[in-house]
């Protein structure tokens, strides 16, 4: 009799957490990535400057500016339709994941392609990235950034020998590395790789990932400069009560405005899938849209990372922030829409800057910038839906601390709002809409703090081992009809073997003897092992039942469990979420109480 250990397979050994000291090898590889993300921030942030010079001032320069200073007149709106044919030639020529705002790629490479990104990806996307926006295209870099950061971590991590989970974690290192050094927010990279790349909240992944972008938020200082990118004045340390109610007030026009631009962005994109020309045509398109933005209210064009930073300063007349929000808002989406290359979160921190502006018009006076603050917080919580990820920004992109409770009091609002009203965020409708399903709910999984004496069938039927065949035949007519595997144990109920039904049945019709059907090399499980490890064990052996021993070396047989009783355990979880019931009663004069009433409603 061989009994196959289960703790050869899976651990047995339980823990707050599973990580191995391979996380040293992994961390040790990050901080390489971290490394190489800093530098490709830089060159794409250099790249959009030489194209922006080009395109706008004909000249060879890769230092900063913004293309609202051109003057090309009424032929500004050629400059973004030559840049959406460029992109469109190079999308259908080249890859066609360059298209879209880097996030939803970088999701659709970690779930679906093994964390796989195509070496050619990590060049064409900074590239049309840059072209995009060099052209007057309202968008950011941070999402071309994060995919191409993303690229460079999932490179490094396919010239090692590594598992999927660990290129996972490589490919959002270089994510979030690109982000940190582009926006000097480490703590906010780090916190959007949990939110939103990992899928998971492990110190395997989470440890390389905040390495990574502390490492590439150290070698900014020394290639872009120290933060923060968006210094405001000091506002007050309490905040009135007036003031926190508004600002409730604040995430909640945030979160309308948020489901506004979502749907505007997808409405954009269902539109040109009607048109009878080629996909290749669209981002030119796009780009007469924008070329017409760029015409009625040129600040629209570019990042606007110098907008952005007056909009939170205060120094911004009402024509401009309602220019901003109304003209920067429509091009962003529709452009977006026609399947071009560029990010979302600094469009839309200049948008929420810019609702905040008009907020100030008339929201109580909090201080120079405060409500743009406030509600460029608000618009990333909403529209992204990483709320956590949005207060860190915020915070570390202007070193305001005192802003951080009316800061979070906006978010919450406003990522309560777009959770209530919309199905899927920006980010993960475009994964939707390529046939997946995505969740953002991350929970305890039931099958993790049920042990499997909760669940284990402790009425069984069990074969004596010098049992006469007639006699073993006659238990197995008798025995519960849903049990399918009989242990077979000795004088002292010790485990010696196994049969299923099938097999006594073949014994029944003198196909085959019971020695010769017994199986004696069984895989158990033990009444003090996590479900979850009895579930990763049937997956390994492919076995569906499982017979229940004593961890000692008698090996007593104490029950069995099977694929329907880790179901009853799900259903358990269930009846936790939909049971509704009065557990405390109050007890009033006259002998009169509330009945106790549950319902599953």
Known sequence: MKILDPGKTISNKLGDFTTTPRLLRISALALGVGSISAFVALGLLKLIALFTNVFFFQRISAAAVQPGGHRLGVFVILVPIIGGIIIGLMARYGSERIRGHGIPEAIEAILLNGSRVEPKLAILKPVSSAISIGSGGPFGAEGPIIMTGGAFGSMAAQFFHLTSTERKTLLVAGAAGGMSATFASPVAAAMLAAELLLFE???????????????????????????????????????????????????????????????????????????????????????????????????????????????????????????????????????????????????????????????????????????????????????????????????????????????????????AFTVLVMKRSILTEEISRRGFHLSREYAIDPLEILFVRDVMRTSITTLPQDGDTDGVLHMMRTADPAQRLFPIVNDQARLTGVLTRQDLQNVEFRAATIAELKKTNVVTAFPDEPLRLVVYRMAETGLTRMPVVDRSQSLKVLGMISLSDLLRARTRDLEEERRRERVLRLRVPFGFSPVQKSDTR
């Not at 909640?252 to 749907?263: D, R, W």
């Not at 100030?360 to 743009?372: A, D, K, L, R, T």
């Open 201 to 415: 909240w492990k110190p395997r992944s989470l440890i390389p990932v905040a390495l990574a972008s502390s490492t590439a938020a150290v070698l900014r200082r020394y290639v872009l400069g120290l933060g923060p990118l968006f210094p405001v004045p000091p506002h007050p340390a309490n905040v009135s009560p007036e003031g926190l109610v508004f600002c409730a007030i604040a995430g909640l026009l945030a979160g309308v405005l948020s489901a506004l631009l979502t749907n505007l962005v997808y409405w954009s994109e269902d539109t040109f899938h009607k048109l009878p020309i080629h996909w290749m045509w669209w981002p030119a398109i796009g780009g007469l849209m924008i070329g017409l933005g760029g015409i009625l209210f040129p600040q629209a064009l570019g990042v606007g990372y110098e907008t952005i930073a007056n909009l939170i300063e205060g120094d911004v007349p009402r024509n401009i922030i309602i220019g901003v929000l109304i003209v920067k808002s429509a091009i962003w989406a529709l452009a977006l829409g026609s399947g071009t290359s560029g990010g979302v979160l600094a469009p839309l921190l200049m948008i929420g800057g810019a609702l905040g502006g008009v907020e100030s018009i008339f929201f109580p006076n909090e201080g120079i910038g405060f409500w743009p603050l406030i509600s460029m917080g608000a618009i990333l919580g909403g529209t992204m839906r990483v709320p956590f990820t949005a207060v860190i920004f915020v915070l570390e992109l202007t070193h305001d601390l005192n802003a951080f409770l009316p800061l979070f009091i906006a978010v919450i609002v406003a990522y």
